[in-house]
């Protein structure tokens, strides 16, 4: 089994969850993460929790 790194190399025009039209910026952001495809708005809904940065965490 070959495992290739696969990039996005087209986006859609609209947010996934809202439907709104995405800013060039957007779209740019997009095509660097690999998706998904979603508007500033909705894109700061989803963050990536590393689980070392969580204060809520308990001490270890």
Do not use: N, Y
Request: negative net charge; glycine residues 8%; proline residues 7%.
């Amino acid at each position: 089994m070959d495992l290739e790194e696969h990039t996005l190399e087209q986006a859609g025009e609209r947010c996934e969850e809202c439907g709104a039209t995405l800013t060039a910026r957007e779209l740019e952001l997009t095509l660097e993460r690999g998706g998904p495809t979603l508007c500033a708005i909705h894109l700061a809904d989803v963050a990536d929790v590393d689980p070392d940065d969580d204060p809520g965490a308990p001490a270890t």
